[in-house]
T-cell receptor
Framework: DAGITQSPRYKITETGRQVTLMCHQT?????MFWYRQDLGHGLRLIYY???????DKGEVPDGYVVSRSKTENFPLTLESATRSQTSVYFC????????????????FGAGTRLSVL | GEDVEQSLFLSVREGDSSVINCTYT??????LYWYKQEPGAGLQLLTY?????DMKQDQRLTVLLNKKDKHLSLRIADTQTGDSAIYFC???????????FGSGTRLLVRP
């Protein structure tokens, strides 16, 4: 399927467990992003990646790890899940290429709803 | 610093116009965006405006930008029940590829 897909759509886990959320895009966009969405906070950036093997921290990176060995995949791992990581997680990709005046239109996946018990 | 603020809730009658407001703090923002999120779904880009423009119209949508006051608004004409969703304002700071989002405005359209 074309576009950006996230899996799983729903996940329930326990505190202390490792969880990996998957994100796959078919457009070959260079930039990919992970956000979490919580009531009252809008979307907060966790990590982003400018290209394969290039990642950088966002606003709320603690407790998360990312990797980007291939352009199309950008998995997010919670190494030891905590209740405060219960949230809806969105992956996005962008075709922004270069230049400080480039449009940064981001395309979002449908989200993963994660509950940590 | 970078901050985007929106009112939390707006309720309108079907057929009326809706106006959703947003304020931002980063005067270097190059583009400003409006995204729509329907229940259980991801965010979908509605429209965007370049910072040197005052207004952009796209069918039922009108975006107004007051750069002096750092105020952005989205007007939806002839609002329909299918427009009920959460609307997010976002900006791209000049030196970044990140999007800074507001907390979203929940629009409820009453029949």
């Amino acid at each position: 399927d074309a576009g950006i897909t996230q899996s799983p759509r729903y996940k329930i886990t326990e505190t202390g467990r490792q969880v990996t959320l998957m994100c796959h895009q078919t457009w070959s966009h260079s930039y990919m992003f992970w956000y979490r969405q919580d009531l009252g906070h809008g979307l907060r950036l966790i990590y982003y990646s400018a290209a394969a093997d290039i990642t950088d921290k966002g606003e709320v990176p603690d407790g998360y790890v990312v990797s980007r060995s291939k352009t199309e995949n950008f998995p997010l791992t919670l190494e030891s899940a905590t209740r405060s990581q219960t949230s809806v997680y969105f992956c996005a990709s962008s075709d922004v290429t270069s230049g400080t005046l480039a449009k940064n239109i981001q395309y979002f996946g449908a989200g993963t709803r994660l509950s940590v018990l | 610093g970078e901050d985007v603020e929106q009112s939390l809730f707006l309720s309108v009658r079907e057929g009326d116009s809706s106006v959703i407001n947003c304020t931002y703090t980063d005067s270097s923002s190059t583009y400003l965006y409006w995204y729509k999120q329907e229940p259980g779904a991801g965010l979908q880009l509605l429209t965007y405006i370049f910072s040197n423009m005052d207004m952009k119209q796209d069918q039922r949508l009108t975006v107004l930008l007051n750069k002096k006051d750092k105020h952005l608004s989205l007007r939806i004409a002839d609002t329909q029940t299918g427009d009920s969703a959460i609307y997010f304002c976002a900006e791209t700071p000049l030196t970044s590829y990140k999007l800074i989002f507001g907390s979203g405005t929940r629009l409820l359209v009453r029949p």
